[in-house]
């Protein structure tokens, strides 16, 4: 009989000052009130996808979290960390999180690039010698740029399977392979293909600019300001009654996945870490959105933070990783800087990315127009609970748990709809003379706007223009009227101009069915 042992918190857990202060800078660009349910009272439909995602996939133990405005808002450990002492995992227990290290790479790539110590289109064999006697696949082929490699179009082949054990290799070993050169599955710049060895290369990068080894850089300068101390590479070293032990499901029963020191492929995929400290990242990377004034605490400036979500431009359809995601609608993927990056038709900007190792599945899903992150982080083989996260994902939006944060109206927005409303009264456009670009006039004459205003308010009926404008920035916005016999879909658009001046305004009216 299977024994599960479960841990379950609700709670906000403070984080470093410096995501506490940006939280609190976040929130002050909250315009709406939130009437949802506490996040507690959903946990009862939370623990029934995470339970049956655990049942249906052999998981021995899994931890799941909800990062939301810098808080560590929920977590709840399932199952054991290992299975001959039975212990319960909890949010300290310590998990590798596989690919989801390439994140931590891909930032400390961003921060040596801010310091001037290197620049995202360098050719990679600037920094790393070994490839400069490579043969490229054709006489026309771009060298490796450290872009290239960042974002998976260095022309290298798929590697999962083999990437995953090469964890181990030494330096010395990963130097000699690189001396020898690899072969290409096409010329560099391409196209998108994902690459463990492309990280592991940037992994090098690092450590020969910093002249210390990279995982050095990484404990030093990113996990070490956030408060991430039981994080780090060296899993030898960690207590191991805290880690999660890896098992693989192979002939209906668990077998224990040998535990892979620290090795040359570190950079791809080699970090441990406890949800507790997850968390803290996941907090620091969503506190970059939206931009704004006041102090930059972090080990990265915004700014920088900001930029993993600039996928390449090796975009492709993305279809949901949620159950009957399938059926839902239809987004597009990139690949960004350790991150793959989704346009949602529901979610807008989404920031994803699973890690599948041998023992380990995780997967992260950061939701920056949300102020919110999940993940879930298991020890079993390649079991990425990505499903289960996005899941859950779709239960707190749907039950307005998570609140797409709104876009603040600008004064110049504000008192242009304020015209609006009173151009609409009255009828013509008197009242923006003076307020408008050279080609609004040039667009619609006075005339035929007030000839225009007078058959759609007949087709309308009295309006209600109590409702408030929505920001789509600080230069446009849209605004929605009931009206006796339909509603007015409205739209205002302001000029590049100083003083600031109108270019296009719209009443668009729509019958009632």
């Known amino acids: 009989m299977r024994r599960w042992i ?125 490839l400069r006697g490579w043969t490229y696949p054709t006489s026309d082929s771009a060298r490796i740029t450290i872009r290239d490699l960042l974002t998976h179009s260095a ?10 054990r090469q964890q181990v290799l030494s330096q010395s070993a990963f130097t000699a392979l690189l001396r020898t050169g690899v072969p290409f599955t096409r010329a560099p710049e391409m196209r998108h293909e994902y690459s463990n060895l492309g990280y592991a290369l940037l992994g090098r990068i690092i450590a020969n600019v910093t002249k210390a080894p990279y995982r050095t850089f990484v404990e030093q300068r990113l996990l070490a300001p956030l408060g991430m101390s039981a994080s780090g590479f060296d899993v030898l070293a960690h207590p191991n009654e805290k880690r999660a032990i890896g098992y693989r499901w192979e002939n209906e029963a668990w077998a224990e996945e040998p535990t892979m020191k620290d090795g040359a492929f570190n950079a791809m995929g080699g970090l441990e870490v406890s949800a507790t400290d997850y968390a803290k990242w ?8 939206p931009p704004r004034d006041g102090a930059d605490a972090g080990p990265v400036k915004r700014a920088t933070v900001r930029q993993i979500a600039r996928g390449a431009n090796h975009a492709a359809l993305f279809h949901r990783y949620a159950t009957g995601g399938d059926k839902q609608c239809p987004g597009a993927s990139a690949y960004g800087m350790g991150w793959r990056v989704i346009t949602d038709c529901d979610y807008g900007t989404v920031l994803a990315h699973s890690g599948g190792y041998p023992g380990y599945g995780s997967h992260a899903m950061v ?8 993940f879930a982080l298991t020890n079993r083989t390649y079991s990425g609970p990505s499903q289960a996260v996005w899941d859950i994902a779709a239960l707190l939006t749907g039950k307005g748990v998570l609140v797409k944060r709104m876009e ?36 619609r ?30 230069m446009s916005g849209t605004f929605t009227w009931k009206c006796e016999k339909g509603s007015i879909e409205g739209t205002v658009l302001l000029a590049p101009t100083k003083p600031i001046t109108l270019q296009s305004l719209g009443f668009a009216f729509e019958g009632k069915d």
């Open 6 to 130: 479960g841990f379950l918190a609700c709670l906000a857990v403070p984080l470093p000052a410096q995501a506490q202060a940006q939280a609190q800078i976040l929130a002050q660009t909250q315009t709406q009130t939130q009437t949802a349910p506490d996040i507690a009272a959903l946990d009862p439909d939370m623990d029934r996808i995470i339970s049956g995602w655990i049942a249906e996939n052999h998981i021995p133990g899994m931890v799941f979290g909800i990062v939301k405005d810098g808080r560590l808002v929920y977590v709840k450990g399932k199952g054991v960390q290992e299975l001959g002492a039975k212990r319960p995992v909890t949010p300290d227990t310590l998990f590798r999180i596989a690919s989801m290290t390439k994140a931590f790479t891909a930032m400390a790539i961003l921060k040596l690039r801010d310091e001037g110590r290197l620049a995202l289109d360098d050719p990679a064999d600037r920094h790393v010698p070994e």
């Open 155 to 164: 022309g290298f082949v798929t590697d999962d399977p083999w990437g995953d």
């Open 282 to 289: 996941l907090a620091f990377v969503v506190s970059a959105w």
């Open 367 to 374: 939701l920056p127009e949300y102020g919110a992150a999940l």
């Open 408 to 443: 603040p109206v600008s004064a110049e927005l504000a008192s242009f709809y304020s015209a609006a409303q009173t151009v609409w009264a009255a009828g013509t456009v008197e009242a923006l003379q003076g307020r408008v670009a050279m080609n609004f006039p040039m667009d």
């Open 445 to 474: 004459t006075a005339a035929n706007w007030a000839k225009v205003l007078a058959e759609t308010k007949a087709k309308s009926g009295t309006c209600d223009m109590a409702a408030p404008i929505s920001a789509e920035g600080a």
